[in-house]
């Protein structure tokens, strides 16, 4: 018998809000965090959308010194992993702080860090870069930060899978809890690479949304779909094992019943759908589930012509007759791509909707494709009794990542 792993506290910052609360009232009110790009001057860039967090002052949250050794990814990490522990009523003492560990990912990392070494050097020469340079641009920093701040001296790595690496890291931090390598674990992921070189790169692959206005800009499995929308952002789950949780007494918000993980190995950026048909297949197989138990899938839906096809194909391969009957949505609609942020946020949102009973919308959609043709929860929340959620990631690299999360 392994070990049952629920969720007992979350925290997220993103562009839907700064708290779960908020974040949780918006997508289920269908409300856009998209907006126009207010990080750099846009003015010679030819795209302008992004999803941005709002009212996020790091010093005043984390204090002056430490948020300026902090990239912004750090930043907006510790504050997310701050509201996740506060709200799992965990205490971190002598006693448990080494079988508390955190796995928490980025794709990119502190790019912004980056980017500023870079000019500095070529500006004014190398005794002008930070010493702190290193440290805030690794991607594994904003778990070791995590670490430090509240003192948990348990398993602790990074993940970096691209667009699935939140999805990944709330999965790996499940099996070390299944195999008694952490009683606790703080996962997720996050992301803040609205930047202008990182921009100009999306551009170039000619994988932004080629709209311009912040409410035709992410419309997944629309006909007139033209390109993902870029967002920021962190989101971080607890997660323990059943028997820590109920010998505590603590509210449990859902169950991750399921998890795998597969890789495409056919094209660094372009899904080839087998992928992610076989990791489907073989996340339902580790819950125990057949199709006919899942009742919504939160979409990786990244509004992109190809990707929305294929993630179609692929559900309809997995859950033949069934997938007619699912709910199906992309909240990116609402929240923008936060690449390696995205599917811890996804999962915090799919917790709401099996407290919620309410299913969140793809705002936005109006012209339907024959492509994607099964049932996208147009522009309305809809009411729905949700006992199993499936959620989908794919990464560039050909990773492949779905949980499963249960009502408890």
Not at 166 to 189: F, K, P, S, W, Y
Not at 263 to 288: Q, R
């Amino acid at each position: 018998m392994r070990k049952r792993v629920v969720i007992t506290g979350m925290g997220t910052i993103n562009p839907l809000g700064n708290n779960v609360t908020e974040t949780w009232d918006s997508v289920f009110n269908g409300r856009s965090g998209i907006g126009l790009t207010s990080h750099f001057d846009t003015s010679d860039v030819p795209d302008k959308v992004s999803a941005e967090v709002k009212g996020f002052d790091a010093a005043a949250a984390l204090g002056r010194k430490d948020a300026r050794r902090m990239d912004r990814v750090t930043q907006l990490s510790v504050f997310a992993a701050n509201e996740a522990l506060d709200g799992s009523g965990i205490e971190v003492t002598e006693a448990n702080r080494d079988r508390i560990g955190a796995i928490i990912g980025s794709g990119i990392g502190g790019i912004q860090s980056f980017h500023m070494g870079v000019n500095m050097h070529n500006d004014r020469g190398p005794r002008s870069v930070s010493p702190f340079m290193i440290p805030m641009m690794l991607p594994d920093t904003p778990g070791g930060e995590v670490a430090i701040r509240f003192g948990i001296r348990g398993p602790n790595i990074g993940v970096s899978t691209a667009c699935a690496t939140g999805t990944n890291a709330i999965g790996e931090a499940t099996e070390m809890i299944r195999r008694g390598a952490a009683d606790v674990m703080l996962a997720g992921g996050a992301e803040a690479a609205i930047d202008p070189v990182i921009i100009a790169g999306f551009s170039r692959m000619g994988a932004l949304t080629k709209s311009q206005d912040p409410a035709t800009a992410c419309t997944p499995f629309d006909l007139n779909r033209s390109g993902f929308t870029p967002g920021e952002g962190a989101a971080i789950v607890v997660l323990e094992s059943e028997e820590h949780a109920k010998a505590r007494g603590a509210t449990i918000f859902g169950e991750v019943v399921g998890y795998a993980l597969t890789n495409d190995a056919y094209h660094i950026s372009a899904p080839a759908g087998y992928g992610a048909v076989t990791c489907m297949k073989l996340a339902l197989n580790n819950a125990g589930l057949n199709t006919e138990q899942v009742q919504y899938i939160n979409a990786h839906g990244t509004s992109t012509k190809l990707n929305d096809k294929t993630e179609t194909e692929a559900v309809k391969e997995v859950f033949n007759g069934h997938a007619n009957k699912l709910a199906i949505s992309s909240t990116k609609s609402m929240h923008g791509h936060l690449l390696g942020g995205a599917g811890a946020l996804e999962a915090i949102i799919a917790a709401g909707v099996l407290k919620n009973s309410v299913v969140p919308p793809t705002i936005g959609y109006t012209t339907p494709d024959p492509d994607c043709d099964l049932d996208y929860v147009p522009n309305e929340a809809r009411d729905l009794r949700v006992d199993y959620i499936l959620s989908n990631s794919f990464g560039f690299g050909g990773h492949n990542a779905t949980l499963v999360i249960g009502k408890y």
